[in-house]
């Protein structure tokens, strides 16, 4: 079975916040997330192309455990933490399951 991903992005509009929520999300929150999804995977990205957006990528297994962690209580804790920190910053999620890898 193909790997499963949930992408959440985040639109950190205030440039003077954007430190404080970077050290954040790199010392709690993404390491709070990998152990309470465990994923095989985590990772994190700032756009080259705007400032502010924010993305973060958790891979699972397969579609199966990605699903089972979406109707867990896990996720609305982290949800929750996220509101409580950082209640002015915007967030989409999307999830995926891995199409092709190619590598040379």
Same mark, same amino acid.
């Given at each position: 079975?193909? !790997?499963?991903?949930?992408?959440?992005?985040?639109?950190?509009?205030?440039?003077?916040?954007?430190?404080?929520? /970077?050290? =954040?999300?790199?010392?709690?929150?993404?390491?709070?997330? &990998?152990?309470?999804?465990? &994923?095989?995977?985590?990772?994190?990205? =700032?756009? %080259?192309?705007?400032?502010?957006?924010? +993305? $973060?990528?958790?891979?699972?297994? /397969?579609? !199966?455990? %990605? $699903? !089972?962690? %979406?109707?867990?209580?896990?996720? +609305?804790? %982290?949800?929750?933490?996220?509101?409580? /920190? =950082?209640?002015? &910053?915007?967030?989409?999620?999307? @999830?995926? &399951?891995? $199409?092709?890898?190619?590598? @040379?």
């Amino acid at each position: 079975m193909p !790997a499963a991903f949930f992408v959440v992005r985040a639109i950190v509009p205030d440039a003077e916040k954007r430190a404080a929520f /970077d050290r =954040w999300y790199e010392t709690e929150h993404l390491p709070d997330a &990998v152990k309470a999804f465990g &994923v095989s995977r985590a990772s994190r990205f =700032w756009s %080259l192309d705007d400032p502010s957006l924010h +993305q $973060a990528m958790y891979q699972f297994d /397969d579609e !199966a455990k %990605l $699903a !089972a962690m %979406l109707k867990g209580d896990a996720l +609305q804790k %982290l949800v929750a933490d996220f509101n409580r /920190d =950082w209640p002015d &910053v915007k967030r989409s999620r999307e @999830t995926m &399951v891995l $199409a092709q890898q190619f590598s @040379t």
